[in-house]
């Protein structure tokens, strides 16, 4: 079992933070998992393009070492570590 936390910067703020939990092995759990988060996320990523705000959502995994647990997102680069630009769909 492994646990990953997901959070939603908006204007620099913490508008939502879950835990999730999924079995290691089960990769139809881990993509559900997933895509579970995203959808609860998508409606405050929306709301905050619409009123022009930076967004960011952070993904950190407590499993890995520090410099590798977290994964950041989004359209405020000064909250992300390295950031890169990528291409949109």
Do not use: Q
């Amino acid at each position: 079992m492994s646990d990953m936390r997901f959070r939603v910067y908006v204007a620099r703020e913490v508008v939502a933070e879950e835990w999730v939990t999924f079995d290691d092995d089960d990769v139809a759990e881990i993509e559900l998992a997933g895509m579970t988060v995203s959808e609860r996320h998508v409606g405050l990523i929306e709301a905050a393009v619409e009123t022009g705000k930076l967004w960011l959502v952070e993904v950190f995994d407590p499993s890995v070492p520090e410099e590798c647990a977290y994964m950041r997102f989004g359209t405020d680069v000064d909250g992300m570590t390295l950031p890169f630009p990528i291409a949109p769909n």
